[in-house]
């Protein structure tokens, strides 16, 4: 059973023995209309987003679906990383979540959900992973368990570090 307590819109990828990308989003995501501060999440998603491939072109790949599965479990499981940037002169992997407002969720989800199973699609003995929460508000009062590293920019993460990055538009 996993070590981590369950957060509100995962479960943690404990011992992945499959992952792979998907082609396709999965068959139980529908479109759903926002309002308001969740809404207003989504316009700072889709600007960061936007920025981001902007800046990095192909090496930043936006919200790409995965598909992976659990040891001892036959359920296929889905996640979907608000991006990944591929920094390959330093053999990085920069797993990015973009959150309106710094939350300790984003630390979990990063950490204990994305992590896990891109590991498993990139082998770590190959690669260095780093992981990095892009934010238009940071408050520090927010406290998760490992200390925040503020970074420049999101190729400025560092692997075993918890990156954020302080993003508004219109401040480049």
Not at 15 to 30: G, L, N, W
Not at 153 to 162: I, K
Request: aromatic share 16%.
């Amino acid at each position: 059973m996993s070590s981590h307590p369950r957060q509100r819109n995962y479960f943690p990828a404990d011992a992945v023995e499959f992952a792979e990308f998907a082609s396709t989003a999965p068959p139980f995501i529908k479109p759903v209309r926002r309002s308001g501060r969740k809404l207003q999440g989504l316009k700072y998603e889709r600007k960061a987003h936007d920025y981001l491939e902007a800046r990095y072109g192909s090496l930043f790949l936006r919200g790409p679906w995965l598909r992976f599965r659990l040891a001892g479990d036959p359920r296929l499981q889905w996640c979907q990383p608000d991006g990944i940037y591929f920094d390959l002169p330093r053999g990085q992997i920069t797993i990015v979540e973009i959150k309106y407002n710094h939350t300790a969720d984003a630390w979990f989800q990063l950490t204990s959900l994305y992590l896990p199973v891109l590991l498993r699609l990139f082998p770590e003995e190959l690669w260095k992973f780093a992981c990095i929460e892009m934010v238009k508000w940071y408050d520090c009062a927010t406290t998760v368990p490992k200390p925040v590293k503020l970074r420049p920019s999101v190729c400025a993460a560092r692997p075993g570090e918890f990156g954020v990055y302080i993003w508004r538009p219109g401040d480049d």
